[in-house]
RNA sequence: GCCGCCUUAGCUCAGUUGGUUAGAGCGCUAGAUUGUGGAUCUAGAGGUCCUCGGUUCGAGCCCGAGAGGUGGUACCA
């Protein structure tokens, strides 16, 4: 084959999605309403480039081996490794750690944007998607982790959910540290062993965390997973500690049984009391935020706190099979992050929003349904000697605030009015010979024609009756058009 | 990464023990209707049957490998 004869298929690349004008719309209202939450509380923007240095990312560091393992990377033309962002977080210890002597003590700040992950995609996983953060930088104190957990919650609200469509579970990572510590577990491979396992507890069951615990576990297709290889009274204790239940004050009190002895502890049992103290004050109730210790979070950064928050309401896919997501914000406390290029021991606690996920939760669940998208008005290209007076019509349209296009494509008056209602255009307008001479335009109401349009079987009588049609003085074209459009605002659609 | 299932028109799918020119519905384009959307009718366009190799007189169908998708599992900063 001649490279003339090579045709590229059209197709995005796996893992990449199109989004067209009513996701858009759906993801930049989220996006909106939660940055408006975020800056309430005192949190400044910061936008920081795609690429990092591969260096600044961390863990996953491309190699010339397998530079793409995990994330994009490439080498610049001096020889470094730079790699797209897969989160939020690690460009924001990059950049305060770089600017840390002129900052502002704390560091509030927030930030959302694509993230990139060189990762088999699936149903509702994709290799770029979007994250809102928000995180405070130079604070300990347990406080800054509840506000994240208050503020969450009212960018829930704002996004769209109601109160109980969501839940935050809180925990301590403090805590399962220090009841390892009092039973002998100090390897951090059988440490590290146990948070997964603890993570799987909604999918596999106290029995099958109880294996993953000890020496392991075969699954359905034979497969076997290696276990934390704790001893049978370390394996109880953790098991007695993760069914605890979900609370707040009473959950703390039942905590403070069973890890309160351990010094380590003690502290995180101390910090969630903190916690618990500034959410009340906060006014976020058990019906918002629960202490929950089955909550791990895979991760290993974590230092503090950590938490979730999962999705309550109902919801089904097209199929109208009940969809489960998973989290849609988390985050938690991890005081190392910073230090790594300092190596200035900086505390720091952050929250991440999935946005591209809550959006899908939010179509799903039906609360924001992605209408189709408003077309502009459809100004119709009838005659090619009077172009002049089409974008003269457009013009003033738009200058009143109304969408307005005139049609550009090289078809009869039949296809541009089909094509003015696959835009939901809201009105066409026609200027033809009779209209221009009369001083007037004709103004079609197409909302009122789709609506009409069930009702009529036969096309002559369609035609005939014109519906939604008039006839206006040009110099009232404005004021008709704007009407149409706020009748149809008021009203629902057919 | 590992295991199972799947891949035929833009979409959803049918396709007989392996047999001539691979079909349907929806969608798309055009006409009926020279200045009018929907419905109806008529006509039309649209296919490397995922790819490569093998078996066979003959493969959409059988065999092998690969790719992509999907479900589970592992990992997930």
């Known amino acids: 084959m001649s490279d003339a004869d090579f045709r590229p298929e059209a197709r995005a690349p796996r893992g990449f999605s199109d989004k067209r004008a009513g996701d858009l719309r759906v993801e930049r209202r989220i996006l909106d309403a939660v940055s408006k939450v ?4 005192g949190f400044e923007a910061l936008d920081t480039g795609a690429f990092e240095y591969a260096d ?6 491309p190699d010339s081996d397998r530079p793409n393992e995990g994330v994009f990377a490439l080498q610049d033309d001096d020889e470094q ?3 797209l962002r897969y989160d939020l977080t ?3 210890a990059r950049f305060a750690a770089e600017n840390w ?9 927030y930030a959302f944007g694509p993230v990139w992950r060189n990762e088999k995609p699936g149903p509702g996983r994709y290799r770029q998607f979007i994250q809102c953060d928000a995180d405070t930088v130079g604070s300990a104190r347990p406080e800054a982790d509840a ?3 208050a503020m969450g919650a009212e960018g829930f609200e704002a996004a769209g959910l109601r109160r109980g469509d969501y839940l935050f579970k809180v925990n301590s990572r403090k805590l399962l540290n220090g009841l390892l510590a009092a039973a002998g577990v100090e390897s951090q491979g059988q440490k590290l062993g146990v948070l997964r396992a603890v993570d799987k507890l909604d999918r596999l069951g106290m029995d099958g965390v109880r294996l993953l615990l000890g020496e392991g576990r075969k699954d359905e297709s034979g497969a076997f997973t290696k276990g934390a290889g704790l001893n049978g009274k370390a394996v109880e204790a953790v098991l007695a500690f993760v069914q605890i239940g979900a609370g707040r004050g009473d959950t703390l009190s039942r905590l403070s049984d069973v890890v309160g002895g351990s010094a380590e502890g003690a502290e995180g049992l101390e910090e969630l009391g903190r916690i618990e103290t500034a959410l009340a004050g906060l006014g976020v109730g058990a019906d918002r935020a629960v202490f929950d210790p089955s909550i791990v ?4 950064y974590y230092t503090g706190a950590v938490f979730e928050a999962d999705l309550l309401l109902e919801t089904t896919d097209e199929k109208g099979n009940a969809v489960r997501f998973g989290s849609v914000a988390s985050g938690g406390r991890y005081d190392d992050l910073v230090a790594r290029f300092t190596g200035q021991p900086i505390p720091a ?4 929003f999935g946005v591209s996920r809550l959006a899908a939760a939010l179509r799903a669940a039906g609360h924001n349904p992605v209408e189709t998208a408003r077309g502009p008005v459809v100004v119709i290209a009838f005659d090619q000697d009077q172009m002049t007076a089409y974008f003269a019509a457009a013009a003033e349209l738009r200058a009143a605030g109304i969408p307005a296009e005139v049609y550009l494509g090289s078809s009869g008056m039949r296809p541009q009015m089909k094509y003015a209602d696959r835009r939901m255009a809201p009105a066409a307008v026609i200027m033809g010979g009779d209209e221009i001479a009369a001083g007037t335009v004709t103004i079609k109401d197409l909302d009122l024609g789709r609506a009409l349009s069930s009702q009529v079987a036969d096309n002559e009588a369609w035609r005939a009756e014109r519906p939604g049609q008039m006839t206006v003085p040009r110099d009232q074209m404005v004021a008709a058009i704007a009407q149409i459009i706020e009748a149809a605002s008021r009203e629902p659609k057919p």
């Open 349 to 352: 606690t952050g929250i991440s």
């Open 101 to 109: 002597e002129t900052l502002p003590k704390p560091f509030r700040r």
């Open 90 to 92: 690690a460009p924001l």
């Open 147 to 149: 506000e994240l957990i």
């Open 56 to 61: 600044a990312l961390g863990k996953f560091l």
């Open 297 to 300: 979070r895979g991760l290993e």
């Open 81 to 83: 490794w730079m790699a």
């Open 38 to 41: 975020y800056e309430r509380w």
